[in-house]
């Protein structure tokens, strides 16, 4: 008697920085970020540089992380003001990143900013918090 088997079907595999968005719409621009992230790239680069001689580290600003795959694929990411993943190379392919993609690197961002305006109100997280049936209150994770 012989079995047959079924074949196995693979999902998609993840997209990578050049399939995501490089934006929603909504990151917000002023005029003060801009210089904050250079000054901030040009006074830890010479630092980045004896740590990494062979180049591999990454800094972002202003571009996607993606952490989770979403629908749509915005929801699963962050655009922090600026960040910096070690050990991984500035370029893929040759081509600058649109973005940062964990789950091809594998690598989470060791240092990432968000540069207040004003109060920093609206850099705030305004995600109440929960409480368990036990009345435990934590704060909601990602």
């Not at 989470?108 to 368990?132: C, H, K, V, Y």
Request: charged share 25%; glycine share 8%.
């Amino acid at each position: 008697m012989t079995q047959s088997i079924d074949p196995v079907v693979l999902p998609p595999p993840f997209p990578d920085h050049t399939q995501l968005p490089e934006s929603d719409g909504s990151f917000a621009k002023n005029f003060h970020k801009h210089p904050q992230s250079i000054l901030l790239t040009d006074s830890i680069g010479p630092v980045l540089q004896q740590i990494h001689p062979d180049g591999h580290y990454a800094i972002g600003q202003d571009c996607g992380i993606y952490w989770r795959e979403t629908d749509p694929p915005e929801k699963g990411a962050e655009a922090p003001d600026w960040f910096y993943v070690p050990n991984v190379p500035p370029k893929l392919d040759g081509e600058i990143r649109r973005s940062y993609v964990i789950w091809r690197e594998y690598i989470a961002p060791l240092i990432a900013l968000e540069f207040a305006s004003g109060n920093g109100e609206e850099e705030r997280d305004q995600t109440p918090l929960s409480r368990s049936e036990q009345g435990k209150v934590t704060k909601p994770g990602k």
